[in-house]
């Protein structure tokens, strides 16, 4: 098993540009979730899903949008990037309950200028 | 809301020393915490879970214990080794499909 892979492990945007942060499982994991690592502010949930077709806010969610069209995929858009939301992204998933331990991504370092 | 503390916030030790690092979280209502490292650059790995019916949790030198009434948890760390240099972070969730709530890590230096 690969685990949580995300990509690109690293990226610049300029203001006002869109990306995507893509992020697949291959252990049939039904929940998935996005973070945000900054300094001093720890990690805060940005977006999660309990399975393919269901989506919820976190704690940080305005500037990005997600959709889970299948069980291994949930990927990160940012519609139009702000210097705020630089930053490191880190994905995660678990099998589903709260008692299934969260194998994470190993991250993607974003900069936006 | 639910805020969970880590103290200290870095630590740094002689190898060989044991280490108790420490987690506390305002609302006991919690159905586990779990402990994770996460070394330089790279993503969270988990350590140690304990469902909120447990007291403690044991991997190899490794020990985690939970008081949900007071709202602490302690990892303690024995023989500690240069190998365990990281940040360790708590986290505390609910039931069901609950998120998880981070502290914001203990740093730990461990010198040879």
């Known amino acids: 098993n690969a685990g949580v892979t995300q990509t690109p492990k690293f990226q610049v945007l300029k203001t006002g540009q869109s990306m995507t942060l893509q992020c697949a499982q291959d252990m049939n994991h039904e929940y998935m979730s996005w973070y945000r690592q900054d300094p001093g502010m720890g990690l805060r949930l940005i977006h999660y899903s309990v399975g393919a077709g269901i989506t919820d806010q976190g704690e940080v969610p305005n500037g990005y949008n997600v959709s889970r069209s299948t069980t291994e995929d949930f990927p990160l858009r940012l519609l139009s990037a702000a210097p705020s939301q630089t930053s490191v992204y880190f994905c995660?998933?678990?099998?589903?309950?709260?008692?299934?331990?969260?194998?994470f991504g190993p991250g993607t370092r974003l900069t936006v200028l | 809301k639910q805020e969970v503390t880590q103290i200290p916030a870095a630590l740094s030790v002689p190898e060989g020393e044991n280490l108790v690092l420490n987690c506390s979280f305002t609302?006991?209502?919690?159905?586990?915490l779990q402990w994770f490292r996460q070394d330089p650059g790279k993503g969270l790995t988990s350590l140690l879970l304990i469902q909120s019916s447990q007291r403690e949790q044991t991997s190899g030198r490794l020990n985690a214990s939970l008081d949900k009434s007071s709202g602490r948890s302690t990892l303690y760390i024995a023989a500690s080794q240069p190998g365990d240099s990281a940040t360790y972070l708590c986290?505390?969730?609910?039931?069901?499909?609950?998120?998880?709530?981070f502290g914001k890590g203990t740093m730990l230096l461990v010198s040879p």
């Open positions: 609302d006991s209502a919690i159905y586990n």
């Open positions: 995660a998933s678990r099998l589903g309950l709260a008692t299934d331990t969260q194998y």
């Open positions: 986290a505390v969730s609910g039931s069901g499909y609950s998120t998880l709530t």
